[in-house]
């Protein structure tokens, strides 16, 4: 069975401070991705990244990167120079790879990120 | 850029009354999802539909709810009779169905918020 921890429920930073929100999975699969999306107070869903489990490279865009460590089966993302757009749930998941290439989304519990000016 | 939209966005609803939350998926997509979100909890999935019939479903989705592709854009969830415990936020996705891709990204609405009172 796949699952997805996020031990983290909520973290407060203050403005321009780095946050690095983990994310730890399981899986059996060899072949799986991995995903962080963003839930701003509105509410919506904002995919933020999508991580082929073949694909051990870290990724930067602007100020988040994200720490992939299949050794350890994290899955980490930091936010540097924090703002307070920034302020969202922010959720891990974690998706099978097959043939169809459709499969659910199996999410973690998500944590709160406040970043306070 | 074209997008998943749901109707309505919030829904009141008094317990023992049916209820059915609309989506129109993108176009081209062929896979359809629905998730649900409990107030301050994790996004959990529900379904998933393909070539009109339920592809994948998870334990919460029981006999109250169903699905259904009415017409050809139109991918619905009702509850037949729902619980104060439904409240939730019930989000929509679709994905393309390309062959010999090991994922094919789900895109997700805005989501519809459920209050059973």
């Known amino acids: 069975a796949q699952k997805v921890t996020q031990a983290q429920t909520e973290i407060s930073v203050v403005e321009k401070e780095d946050v690095t929100l983990d994310c730890v999975y399981e899986?059996?699969?060899?072949?799986?991705?991995l995903f962080w999306y963003k839930q701003p107070p509105s509410g919506e869903l904002v995919f933020l990244i999508r991580?082929?489990?073949?694909?051990?490279q870290n990724e930067i865009s602007g100020r988040y990167s994200w720490n992939f460590q299949k050794s350890t089966s994290s899955f980490n993302f930091t936010i540097t120079a924090s703002q307070v757009v920034d302020s969202a749930v922010y959720f891990c998941?974690?998706?099978?790879?097959?043939?169809?290439?459709?499969?659910?989304?199996?999410f973690g519990k998500g944590t709160r990120l406040s970043v306070i000016a | 850029e074209p997008e998943v939209t749901q109707t309505p966005s919030h829904q009141v609803t008094q317990m023992g009354q049916e209820v059915i939350l609309r989506c129109v998926p993108i176009?081209?997509?062929?896979?359809f999802y629905w998730y649900r979100q409990i107030l301050g909890q994790k996004v959990e999935f529900l379904v998933s539909?393909?070539?009109?019939?339920?592809?994948?479903k998870s334990e919460i989705f029981d006999d109250q709810f169903s699905v259904e592709r009415p017409d050809g854009s139109n991918f619905t969830l009702k509850i037949r009779s729902t619980k104060l415990e439904d409240s939730a936020m019930y989000f929509c996705?679709?994905?393309?169905?390309?062959?010999?891709?090991?994922?094919?990204?789900?895109?997700f609405g805005p989501g519809t918020r459920l209050t059973v009172l």
């Open positions: 176009s081209n997509h062929l896979y």
């Open positions: 996705a679709s994905s393309e169905d390309l062959a010999g891709k090991s994922y094919n990204e789900q895109f």
């Open positions: 991580r082929n489990s073949f694909d051990e």
């Open positions: 539909f393909y070539n009109n019939e339920i592809s994948e």
């Open positions: 899986t059996r699969d060899t072949t799986y991705y």
């Open positions: 998941a974690l998706s099978e790879a097959r043939n169809s290439g459709n499969t659910p989304l199996v």
